[in-house]
């Protein structure tokens, strides 16, 4: 599994620290802290593509509504369709997450 490659005690540390924030609040002050405007933008970026992709809209449309290249689309692609599932997951618990608030 590719993760594996990226195992490690400072990665461990980060992905703990995350666990550990209550709301979307401290989640914007952590964030605010670990990251630079453009590295939070890109990730939240990514997941859209993501979401996007999965809902089968087109490349231009996403270019179009994202501002993402289409290197950038074609790579969020590639991780879903080869990777570990990990924007499906996350994509899939926010939905139902919508859901049950309704």
């Known amino acids: 599994m590719q993760i594996d490659k990226l195992r490690g005690k ?25 990251c630079t405007m453009g590295e939070i933008q890109s990730l939240a970026q990514r997941l859209e593509v993501a979401r996007m ?11 179009e509504e ?17 990777g570990n599932d990990g924007y499906q997951m996350t994509l899939d618990r926010v939905k139902d997450e919508k859901k049950e608030l309704k």
Request: aromatic share 12%; with cysteine.
């Open 10 to 34: 400072a990665l461990d540390q980060l992905f703990d620290s995350i666990l550990s924030l209550k709301d979307k609040e401290e989640c914007y002050q952590f964030f605010d802290d670990l």
């Open 53 to 63: 992709l999965m809902e089968g809209q087109t490349y231009h449309r996403i270019e």
């Open 66 to 82: 994202t501002g993402a290249s289409t290197a950038t689309i074609s790579r969020v692609k590639r991780c879903i369709n080869y």
